[in-house]
């Protein structure tokens, strides 16, 4: 056989390898793998380790990994998945008996899903850091929720009664504010921006499709709660079911929760981002889009309802309006369509009043008996007003707020429905003033930013001017727990110091921030940006 010939055959025995029996051996492998993955692991952490493999697998053929990230970091925070990472240190079900639920819900710190994502954004970023190829934007402002930390440490290590739950909400507040300080340095294109926009509005439609079948269903479990059998342990997802109403009736109606652990969670989400849905509606030129952007508008607003939550739809509908008002005054659509627009609001209220007054008018005794809540928070700021009781130690510092058993083994948590007086007993006087300042600032940056010439910038910049608005009015009523709750705020948070650096680095090149009253034009391909 000359050399020629066992060449030829030596490249089709390779070929022939290649294409049938190194398939069939991954596969095997695969297999195997499998196998040993369910016989060792429940099968929904298998489902999840081959999800992730997949969700990895397009960051090495994208010309653009970044962008894909914060895309799937944006869209993670609605899935309420997270593992305790400090059970050894103490144990939540302990720390739930002892000093009750504290209003952040942090009993341990948690790994959540948004975290690892946000760890593989960050890694390049820091590399690229540390060797010095680009250097680190800090703003001014961003100093203030240092000081707020420093403050909230040095007051719990005086007062907490658990330095544990403050331990754990501070780690949780940092890693918040890390994502904030990624957002502010890494958003500096208008495609980051659109994805971003795009990752949130898919992120309404799964909440809005979860909210509306759970509710059908008449399920209160968290969708993602069993995954690692921590919602459940020692009793912890033993908690009361929520009913829109307060008869004694066994046919009561459960309240709705998508994939949270609380319907109120699931009401903030919505808060967040039915502003931005609404302000994409306004700026659509063509029929088709903007008729789709109406159904997912109307989904949304039917979860918000099916969560049955009070003070999400008042903070809603005062987002709502100020979203219409921005937009008027920052000239983003016309005159005549703003008053054609308002006057169908105007309209469809009017009409839904009754049901409305019926919404808001139910389960009277939780309303009324959240003014005896406040009294004892009162109480409890007074005790220690300048420095507070610790961080995440409002419910350790007071039996009322502790743990309480009811009948079988259901239990029942009691926490004060005012996040600002809540931030003022555990921080006192000054650690509030930093903390509502530095969101304070946020909102007045987010303002000039919406008059930006830039479209995408100056649309999402109202919608979030409106987010905050009505989370202003929501929080007046809630404890605002949650870890999606703070994410998202934060999240506005970086992206309004992003669109701001993105202003100063093109304020050379054009004029970017206008006074209200001028004259905005958008050219039709601009409405037709996302």
């Not at 710190?109 to 760890?119: A, K, R």
């Not at 989400?269 to 659509?284: D, G, K, M, S, T």
């Not at 005794?365 to 130690?393: D, H, Q, T, W």
């Not at 703070?486 to 992003?498: E, T, Y």
Request: charge should be positive.
């Amino acid at each position: 056989m000359t050399g020629e010939t066992m060449y030829l055959t030596s490249r089709k025995t390779n070929k022939t390898f290649q294409t049938i029996f190194l398939p069939l051996l991954a596969g095997i492998g695969v297999a195997l793998f499998t196998f040993a993955a369910l016989s060792a692991l429940r099968p929904m952490l298998v489902i999840f380790l081959f999800g992730g493999v997949a969700v990895f697998l397009p960051t090495l053929i994208l010309k653009d990994p970044k962008l894909y990230w914060l895309f799937l970091f944006s869209l993670s925070l609605l899935f309420d998945i997270s593992k305790r990472l400090t059970s050894w240190m103490a144990k939540p079900w302990v720390l739930f008996q002892e000093y009750g639920m504290p209003s952040s819900g942090n009993l341990s710190v948690h790994l959540y899903l948004s975290d690892i994502v946000l760890i593989l954004l960050m890694i390049p970023w820091l590399c690229r850091l540390a060797f010095r190829e680009e250097k680190i934007y800090f703003p001014k402002f961003a100093w203030i929720p240092v000081m707020y930390l420093a403050w909230a440490t040095l007051g719990s290590l005086a007062h907490a009664i658990s330095l544990q739950l403050s331990f754990f909400e501070l780690t949780r507040q940092g890693i918040y504010f890390l994502s904030f300080l990624y957002l502010a340095n890494n958003v500096n294109s208008k495609k980051y921006v659109r994805g971003i926009m795009a990752a949130l509005v898919l992120g309404i439609l799964i909440e809005a499709v979860a909210v509306i079948a759970a509710f059908q269903l008449q399920t209160t479990e968290s969708a993602f709660g069993g995954i690692y059998q921590e919602r459940s342990d020692q009793g912890l997802g033993e908690s009361s079911d929520l009913y829109t109403s307060e008869t004694d009736s066994s046919s009561r109606t459960k309240r709705s929760q998508g994939t949270f652990s609380h319907p109120a969670h699931a009401a903030y989400y919505f808060e967040y981002l039915l502003p931005l849905v609404l302000i994409l509606i306004v700026v659509q030129k063509r029929a088709g889009p903007r008729l789709a952007l109406m159904v997912l508008f109307l989904l949304g607003v039917t979860g918000l309802i099916l969560t049955f939550s009070r003070s999400g739809f008042i903070g809603f509908t005062v987002g709502f309006f100020s979203v219409l008002l921005i937009s008027r005054i920052r000239n983003i659509f016309s005159r005549s369509k703003f008053a054609v627009f308002l006057a169908g609001v105007i309209a469809v209220i009017i009409i839904a009043s009754p049901f409305i007054y019926d919404f808001l008018t139910s389960r009277p005794k939780a309303f009324s008996y959240r003014f005896y809540l406040l009294e004892k928070g009162f109480e409890m700021y007074l005790e220690n007003p300048v420095v507070g009781v610790g961080i995440n130690n409002s419910s350790a510092a007071n039996k009322i707020f502790q743990f309480k058993k009811g009948k079988g083994k259901k239990w029942e948590v009691i926490v004060i429905h005012n996040h600002y007086l809540i931030v003022a007993i555990e921080t006192g006087i000054i650690g509030a003033i930093l903390y509502f300042w530095f969101f304070v600032l946020i909102g007045i940056k987010a303002y000039r930013c919406s008059g930006s010439r830039d479209f995408d910038v100056s649309i999402f910049s109202v919608a979030i001017l409106g987010a905050y608005f009505g989370l202003a009015v929501h929080n007046l009523a809630e404890p605002f727990g949650g870890h999606a709750v703070h994410s998202m705020l934060w999240l506005f948070a970086g992206l309004v110091a992003a669109f701001e650096k993105m202003g100063i680095e093109e304020e050379n090149k054009a004029p970017v921030f206008k006074e209200p009253g001028g004259e905005r034009v958008h050219s039709q391909s601009q409405g037709q940006a996302f």
